[in-house]
């Protein structure tokens, strides 16, 4: 299946200023399979390691971890000679041992023809709770999200059909009504299996929703696993609660997040090491109020004032046991839930494009979803979940803050007017 993530790899190889590369991300997200497609594609051989499977391997950086002495050493583990420039290095699970991150500082610094990429799911976590040398400045740094939009439909052999919603988003031209009912249905479909790699694939290869629930599930499971493994004994039932509740808020007409909906009484001092913990596995990510319309917007938010979405938007109907046929067909039963299902998906397509997401609210009550930084501009962003697409509160945004144009994301098909670009939702992965 291909991966975005390939194209910045390739990227990353042909960089004379490369250093080892960090690839982070939430647990299944597909970072070992990608970096070892990438070497097997783009390598001689790949030197592979895997700290998690093989626990005494951490042993080998006791001793020293400068690159004269680890090399001839894990060339003997991996059983073939490491060629700088020619094989691929890969840690994988590297934050179970911090003395092999420390080494990525003199890999950069007295070896730098090797090609190094560290791949860890909870390596946020790692970092931030340990007290061990990051090697800051020394590495680049990669996140990789579950697959987009875009990914999925070129899984599903609608390549064409990717590149022309690209055309059609481009020109502000409308797709062929049956393009447009083709796309809206994949769309549907990507909101129930969402972005986990190995659930594309048994979607792709079975359109079997039991299947993919039951992977889900698995998947789920091993974040509840991971937040008691790696996480402090007082934090782990909150840790959970919070991740339980967060379905359970964005079935609210405000989704804002609030503690007192996770435990009577709650407040941020309880839990705000289980949202970090949350935050930093990838599991979960944060958007912020801004309290003005300036840039860098990271300078005006309102660190009280945020919401809180799920990394994968079929985790998200997992979690909440919706069945399939409840979002293929949008039932009235699911109304509460539907916008929020729908910020949460437009919030994991921008995040995997890079962008930094925040939200605004007027003294009045009036709320853009999201406010992101486009081209240099300042780009408001409302989303809904149907095409009942009046929009009280981006006007007031709009004649508030005159911004160069704006985006409003519904069922509607492509179009432009007084100054509102109108996306599909199907299309959110162009923005």
Request: charged share 25%.
């Amino acid at each position: 299946m291909y991966r975005k993530i390939i194209d910045y790899l390739e990227r990353w190889k042909e960089n004379k200023y490369r250093k080892p590369l960090i690839l982070q991300g939430a647990r299944q997200v597909g970072k070992t399979y990608s970096i070892l497609e990438f070497g097997r594609t783009h390598y001689e051989n790949v030197a592979y390691f895997n700290f998690e499977t093989n626990p005494r391997l951490a042993d080998t950086f006791e001793e020293s971890i400068s690159p004269d002495y680890l090399v001839p050493v894990l060339s003997h583990i991996a059983g073939q000679t490491i060629v700088r420039e020619k094989t691929l290095i890969i840690f994988d699970e590297v934050q179970l041992c911090e003395r092999a991150l420390t080494s990525l500082k003199y890999f950069c610094e007295d070896a730098p023809d090797y090609h190094i990429i560290v791949a860890g799911s909870l390596l946020g976590v790692a970092v931030n709770r340990t007290k061990f040398s990051f090697p800051v400045g020394k590495v680049d740094m990669k996140t990789l999200y579950p697959m987009d939009m875009e990914e999925f439909m070129m899984a599903m052999g609608e390549k064409d059909l990717a590149e022309q919603i690209k055309k059609s988003f481009q020109s502000d031209t409308p797709l062929p009504l049956a393009l447009h009912d083709k796309a809206m249905a994949l769309y549907r479909q990507y909101l129930v299996v969402g972005g986990m790699p190995e659930c594309v694939m048994q979607f792709a290869q079975t359109k079997d929703y039991i299947l993919i629930r039951h992977t889900q599930d698995t998947i789920l499971a091993s974040y509840l696993n991971d937040m008691s493994k790696y996480n402090n004994l007082n934090e782990i039932k909150k840790t959970r609660l919070t991740y339980d509740n967060i379905t359970v808020q964005l079935s609210k007409e405000n989704t804002r997040f609030q503690y007192k909906l996770v435990k009577k009484g709650g407040r941020a001092s309880e839990f705000e090491n289980a949202i970090e913990w949350l935050t930093l596995s990838g599991i979960v990510s944060q958007v912020y109020k801004v309290e003005q319309i300036k840039k860098p917007l990271e300078n005006y938010r309102d660190i009280d004032a945020f919401k809180i979405y799920v990394s994968d938007s079929g985790l998200l109907c997992a979690k909440k046991d919706l069945p399939a046929n409840d979002v293929l067909y949008m039932v009235e039963e699911i109304s509460d839930f539907k916008g929020g299902m729908t910020e949460n998906y437009v919030n994991t397509q921008l995040r995997t494009n890079g962008y930094q997401t925040y939200y605004w609210e007027s003294k009045r009550g009036a709320e853009v979803d999201f406010i992101i930084q486009r081209d240099g501009q300042l780009i408001p962003i409302e989303v809904k979940s149907a095409d009942n697409t009046r929009a009280k509160s981006l006007k007031v945004y709009m004649e508030t803050y005159k911004p160069a144009y704006a985006i409003k994301l519904s069922s509607k098909n492509f179009g432009f007017e007084e100054g509102k670009k109108t996306v599909p939702l199907y299309a959110a992965f162009c923005i």
